[in-house]
């Protein structure tokens, strides 16, 4: 049985003299410990299927559940990190870390202890006393990655975390992410536009197509781990997508025309 299960996912949002269709009939499955990229343009629905998966949205038809249980709010065994990493700049590395694990009923001490663990998982130890503001970019996320972690999710819904970062950041977060992952058995959904960073990534590549969204190919990424980003075999993948996005980007242009 699969631990993720989408079926006949539909999405519409209201509008003042019409309705938008956003999601149209989307249908996967992912298996425990899986890492999945949802990759397309801008407006072709993949925050969307995020949002719906980790409970802040309703879908307007069709089913999702999680280890075999209906979605239907948010809960901390799915935990979603954002682009803008969401500190609190009034508190410190630590206290925003211990941020999650208030609602868990622990006593002070172990809350601290279970902190300080997550924070050095994400090589930010001797940092729990400095603020937000005077962190770097890169040291922000980590921060944020600790806070989802230190509540033990089963899995992360990630959504463009590293898009705003410089590439040698970009690059050494994505193998921290992998490198976490795979010790913690977590399973992944991660929203990107970034075809390189998807090959790199995922364990399968979910395409995704616009007007309404769904997925429109799914490219299992048999490259063995660890991978290189410039191998025959990533850049083999990276030109097949490419050319898929440029096809799905063509027939998008017509269709407005």
Known sequence: MAY?????LKKDFPMKDSVQHVLG???FEIEKGEFICLLGFSGCGKSTILNILAGFEKPTEGTVTIGGEPVTAPSPRYITIFQHYGLLPWKNVLKNVELGLETLHLKEYERKEMARKYIELVGLK?????FPMQ??????????????LAVNPE??????????????????LQDDLLSIVKEQNKTVVFVTHDIEEAVYLADRVFVMKSSPGHIEKIYDIRIPRPRGRNTPATLQYRKKIYEKLYSIQEEQVEYII
Request: glycine residues 12%; contains cysteine; aromatic residues 6%.
């Open 4 to 8: 993720i299960k989408v079926e006949h």
């Open 25 to 27: 009939d989307v249908n």
């Open 126 to 130: 001797g940092f729990e006393d400095q």
């Open 135 to 148: 962190l770097s970019g890169g040291q922000q996320q980590r921060v944020a990655i600790a806070r989802g």
């Open 155 to 172: 899995c992360l819904f990630m959504d463009e975390p590293f898009g705003a970062l410089d590439p040698i950041i970009r690059n050494k």
